[in-house]
């Protein structure tokens, strides 16, 4: 297992490394202008020198994600489950959802810096928003396909319709709503950055728009660096949630 992740992990830097090197090849050939595309030594020199500034936006952008994330993913299993519980509700509440997932962010994005302002409230309901989909619908899908021979047997045992829910169907959609925040970690970036974009006053997003107008395209980079960063670590620390979801597996 050990060799395995130290593999994984030796052909994850080989690929970077070869990526940086392309990145510098094109810088060179081309002869690009640096507020156009910036060299790798560039980006890492403004890493480097303004790592203060670059890592307390990143806090703010991180706090933003982190409970963002914590809302929408309740929000969406809550969601799920009372329209499960409720399905003739359900059958009129999912095609609206369904509307509004239709909806660009970047459209919704002014209107809840209207709403909520410019503090992290809009940001983290941006957030939220964007989590709450893929939670849900997760969620709902292993809700409604609960083994069909598993509840023909609750039935006969004399359960209701609440005991077959929460005592059997909701346990064994464990693993489903690990697979709605696994899909949703990467994306709760997205939702506090394109909030930032719209209207902040701090925040990676908010770092990338200043630098953007200035031509500053290495600290754009720098920036982009780190909420990748951020993204990469978020996933892992979902994943660290794994064995509670997955013991719940039909097949454990």
Do not use: C
């Not at 909030?195 to 953007?212: H, R």
């Amino acid at each position: 297992m050990l060799r395995q992740s130290l593999s994984a992990f030796f052909k994850f830097i080989l690929v970077v490394f070869a990526l940086v090197v392309l990145w510098q090849a094109v810088v060179s050939v081309f002869h690009l202008p640096r507020y156009i595309l910036p060299a790798p030594l560039s980006v890492a020199t403004r890493l480097w020198t303004g790592h203060a500034y670059l890592l307390s936006e990143a806090l703010v952008t991180l706090r933003e994600i982190i409970a963002g994330f914590a809302a929408g993913a309740l929000f969406g299993a809550g969601s799920a489950f009372l329209l499960a519980g409720f399905p003739r509700f359900g059958r009129l509440v999912w095609p609206a959802l369904i509307v509004l997932q239709s909806f660009p962010v970047f459209v919704i994005a002014p209107m809840l810096v209207l709403w909520f302002g410019f503090g992290i409230t809009s940001k983290i309901v941006m957030t939220m928003i964007i989590v709450f989909f893929p939670v849900a619908s997760n969620f709902a899908d292993g809700l409604s396909r609960t083994d069909g021979a598993i509840v023909k047997a609750a039935h006969l045992d004399g359960a209701g319709h609440w005991q077959l829910l929460v005592l059997i169907r909701l346990p064994l959609a464990m693993p489903q709503l690990f697979s709605g925040l696994r899909i949703a970690a990467p994306l709760a970036p997205l939702g506090a950055v394109v909030g930032e974009w719209v209207g902040a006053a701090g925040g990676l997003g908010f770092v990338m728009v200043q630098a953007n107008a200035r031509m500053q395209s290495d600290t754009v980079f720098a920036a982009m660096f780190i909420l990748a960063l951020e993204a990469v670590l978020f996933r892992k620390a979902v994943d660290l949630a794994a064995p509670f979801f997955t013991r719940w597996s039909p097949h454990q």
